[in-house]
């Protein structure tokens, strides 16, 4: 859940929201957030971990940046960053199913432990859309192509069989080869007022990547951070498995060309449906 941005979007649209949280504390600040959801039966949040086997575990937090919390150390620590530890509830993703069912829209970042709730997948009872972390390395760390895609085959062994490829900068659809990618990012940057020409950027705003978004999510603006839209809210098509493996291995090779990338700083999501 982290600090709610997703979880408010999911409620914006109607649904009833299971969300999971590790840190005790967001847990509670969620709870205060969105009390009249947890009255109205519309919001259960769940104060566990996701973790391979249920009982308890060493959680870090990541006092500078919380997005960062983990299991894993590395993670929380990430640029010298202040953290310590605390112990939490653990549990299954497969219990988490058995006890509240499949949902229509499965999302998942819990920072290195995605693929846990993918290999728990109830294969019978499929939800109609997932969104996930494309992959998670160490710092400094580097895959191979075939490593890189390790998520994408989870996806597919998982019955998945279309996908998109979603950059959390913009939640934009990616594809390759990118005719457009000139031209949409004139668009973005007269939209967002780098670049300053008299009479576009009112034009630019509204055929903007955002603009468009917050059209098709009936008005929603999506806080910076958060995942975005999902399922037939995202913009762009639906590609099969090796049109998707393609583009992530163009788009994450244009990436890592570029001197002194982070491999924390390739912040795409898979977004799978059947």
């Known amino acids: 859940m982290h600090d709610g941005s997703d979880t408010a979007f999911y409620l914006h649209q109607g649904y009833a929201v299971l969300a999971v949280e590790a840190d005790p504390v967001l847990a509670a600040d969620g709870e205060l957030r969105f009390s009249e959801a947890i009255k109205a039966g519309?919001?259960?949040?769940?104060?566990?971990?996701?973790?391979?086997?249920?009982?308890?575990?060493?959680?870090?937090?990541?006092?500078?940046?919380?997005?960062?919390?983990?299991?894993?150390?590395?993670?929380?620590?990430?640029?010298?960053?202040?953290?310590?530890?605390?112990?939490?509830?653990?549990?299954?993703?497969?219990?988490?199913?058995?006890?509240?069912?499949?949902?229509?829209?499965?999302?998942?970042?819990?920072?290195?432990?995605?693929?846990?709730?993918?290999?728990?997948?109830?294969?019978?009872?499929?939800?109609?859309?997932?969104?996930v972390e494309c992959e998670w390395v160490g710092d400094g760390e580097r895959l191979t192509a075939d490593e890189s895609v390790r998520m994408l085959d989870r996806l597919r062994d998982a019955g998945c069989s279309r996908f998109k490829l979603v950059s959390q900068e913009d939640f934009s659809t990616v594809t390759h080869p990118d005719r457009w990618r000139f031209t949409r990012r004139v668009i973005e940057s007269a939209s967002n007022g780098r670049l300053s020409v008299p009479g576009f950027r009112r034009l630019a705003r509204a055929v903007s990547v955002r603009r468009r978004l917050q059209r098709r999510n009936r008005g929603y603006r999506f806080a910076c951070g958060s995942t975005g839209p999902w399922g037939d809210g995202l913009l762009g098509r639906w590609s099969t498995y090796d049109e998707a493996r393609a583009t992530y291995v163009a788009v994450r090779d244009r990436f890592f060309s570029a001197p002194g990338a982070r491999t924390y700083a390739f912040w795409y999501d898979w977004h799978a449906t059947f």
Request: charged share 20%; hydrophobic share 40%.
């Open 42 to 131: 519309q919001l259960y949040i769940l104060n566990a971990g996701i973790a391979a086997h249920p009982g308890t575990a060493t959680f870090w937090i990541c006092d500078d940046h919380s997005v960062w919390n983990s299991f894993d150390v590395r993670i929380a620590s990430r640029n010298g960053s202040r953290h310590h530890a605390i112990t939490v509830r653990t549990c299954r993703f497969a219990d988490v199913l058995k006890t509240f069912g499949s949902p229509a829209y499965l999302k998942t970042d819990i920072e290195g432990a995605d693929s846990l709730c993918v290999e728990d997948l109830d294969r019978q009872h499929l939800p109609r859309f997932i969104s």
